[in-house]
């Protein structure tokens, strides 16, 4: 009972000190009533934009959930000495914002291949098959053949477009596989990944299907040891052994891509040098390779070796574009999911920054009147923000409300994870930890050697043509329909029928935030402000 007492008179100090660390400005109501006035102004001018999508640039953070969202937010700006809480993300400024369901036709909580599989092909499958409907089964070969689903980019490529893939990950991993790949499991990255029954039965590696299914213009990520004969020396790592050639067939994927490109004018690159010297403007096609596996975290670039996403999404952007007929563009920021595997935030949240500083670039390049641009996450983590921290501290800092066992706690955990550390049931005392280091492994309240994915929906959001076919609450699976739509790719052909892409209709209002940065303020606003009240009255009560 004293302790519970302790608590509150804690919490009553926390209060007094959270109240007078807010700002002059917002103690005033009429800055919050105005700033609102403008949202709503704002949101009244905007006109739907219903021309037919020349292009559709795709953003997808893996594993991007809605806490990783917010805290990504709060994490940018930070990094340019904010406050944080009341950053603008480029994200936040689209429009149109819906919540799709992720759940898989086998698993309450799918994985990357099962809802990439939904969201690209618009079909809803198993977990760890990819490009096939939930007729193949996982691992079974045979099960495949005849289930086997197209994507969005064979769709777009159908249609005259260019199409392209960008990650930070491998190129053969789930999501990117799944926009030209058709397989039984996600795992059989290169012929020697897969079982010999497999092969017997006519299966193929996800790697020679990037060169035999769909002819994709730009190729950018990772994975060159998939591609390569089996002790294939890597040119960036020629001594170490597990970044060598795995390939069994012998085959050298690379070479059999330039080769199939004669007469074009096709560049392989390695490293940011020769991917800095290809010229947009004179490339039909690229492929370019950073990594035997997956790229490097943002956090551990190197810039003189590896370019950032915001750089991979330009050129690929800058060559797609020259096509009359649009283009098709996944871009995905893939570490964020494998960083939170690993229990790191540090590492998650700036990718997702990373990710964000994309996207503004993909909208600086492209021109909104022609072109869909989407962001949305596949799945989200077991990831809680959490505690009562004050407003502008560290987002990857502790809480100032010690718990029960009077022992602190970041702000940031896992309810799973290999951040579980208790021993002879007691947490470990971080008080003299620096957690907002890029190593720090938050704590999980239950052990697991890697963090699991989590089941809540995850955000979509849209601008440009259609942009409003995005809102609401929807099945995952929609999305690839509702942007083949947009685009008058695939089957339905409706929205095409005896319409061009007209000149520009959107009109936004953009106002300045008091750190100056120009935002669109929407939905998000009016939402964000709902969720302040109620954590308000819960604190209260």
């Not at 919490?11 to 105005?34: D, I, M």
């Not at 289930?147 to 990650?167: H, P, R």
């Not at 492929?287 to 750089?311: K, T, Y």
């Not at 964020?336 to 920054?353: C, K, P, S």
Request: glycine share 8%; hydrophobic share 40%; with cysteine.
């Amino acid at each position: 009972m004293e302790l519970t007492r302790v608590a509150i008179s804690a919490l009553f100090l926390l209060l007094a000190f959270g109240s007078s660390s807010a700002k002059v400005e917002e103690e005033n109501p009429e800055f919050w009533r105005s700033q609102a006035q403008q949202t709503l102004q704002s949101v009244l001018d905007r006109k739907l934009n219903t021309n037919v999508a020349k292009n559709i640039l795709f953003f997808l953070g893996d594993g991007m959930g809605i806490t990783t969202y917010t805290a990504a937010r709060i994490l940018k700006g930070q990094l340019q000495n904010q406050t944080g809480e009341e950053t603008v993300m480029t994200m936040d400024t689209f429009p149109s914002v819906g919540l799709a369901k992720t759940y898989s036709v086998d698993f309450q909580i799918a994985d990357s291949a099962a809802t990439a599989t939904a969201y690209l092909c618009g079909v809803k499958t198993n977990l760890n098959t990819l490009g096939v409907s939930a007729a193949a089964r996982n691992g079974v070969c045979k099960s495949q053949k005849g289930n086997e689903v197209t994507s969005i980019l064979k769709w777009a490529k159908d249609a005259g477009k260019s199409v392209g893939i960008v990650t930070t990950t491998r190129v053969q991993h789930a999501t990117p596989a799944t926009t030209y790949a058709h397989t039984a499991s996600r795992k059989w990255y290169s012929d020697a990944d897969m079982p010999a029954g497999a092969k017997k039965d006519g299966c193929t590696d996800i790697s020679s299907q990037l060169l035999s299914n769909t002819d994709i213009d730009v190729i950018i990520g990772g994975g060159r040891k998939y591609m390569t004969p089996r002790g294939t020396k890597d040119p960036e790592y020629p001594w170490d052994y597990a970044s060598r050639g795995k390939r069994k067939d012998g085959r050298n994927l690379i070479n059999e891509w330039q080769s199939m490109k004669f007469g074009k004018v096709a560049r392989y690159v390695w490293n940011k040098t020769d991917f800095d010297a290809v010229d947009p403007e004179t490339t039909d096609y690229l492929m370019a390779l950073f990594e035997p596996g997956d790229l490097r975290f943002e956090a551990d670039r190197d810039p003189n070796m590896d370019p950032s996403i915001v750089e991979t999404t330009e050129k690929a952007i800058r060559i797609l574009q020259k096509n009359p007929k649009g283009f098709f563009l996944l871009v995905e920021g893939g570490r964020i999911d494998q960083a939170h595997h690993a229990g790191r935030a540090y590492m998650a949240l700036h990718e997702a920054v990373a990710l964000d500083y994309a996207i503004a670039k993909g909208l600086e390049l492209t021109k909104e009147h022609e072109t869909l641009t989407i962001v949305m996450a596949d799945h989200s983590h077991p990831f809680t923000f959490n505690g009562y921290p004050f407003r502008g501290q560290s987002i990857l800092g502790k809480s100032p409300l010690w718990a029960k066992d009077v022992l602190p706690y970041t702000t940031l955990m896992y309810g799973n994870g290999p951040g579980h550390k208790i021993t002879n049931g007691t947490r470990p005392d971080i008080r003299k930890v620096d957690t907002k280091t890029k190593d720090y492994v938050q704590l999980a309240a239950v052990p697991t050697e890697s963090a699991t994915h989590s089941g809540e929906d995850v955000a979509v959001l849209a601008r440009g043509p259609m942009a409003h076919l995005f809102q609401g609450v929807q099945e995952q699976n929609y999305i690839a329909h509702a942007m083949a739509y947009a685009a008058c790719v695939g089957a339905d052909q409706r929205h095409c029928q005896g319409r061009q892409t007209e000149a520009p209709v959107v009109h936004t209002t953009l106002i300045n935030d008091r750190n100056g940065a120009e935002a669109v303020h929407g939905s998000a606003a009016l939402l964000s402000s709902l969720l302040s009240v109620l954590l308000a009255l819960t604190v209260v009560m």
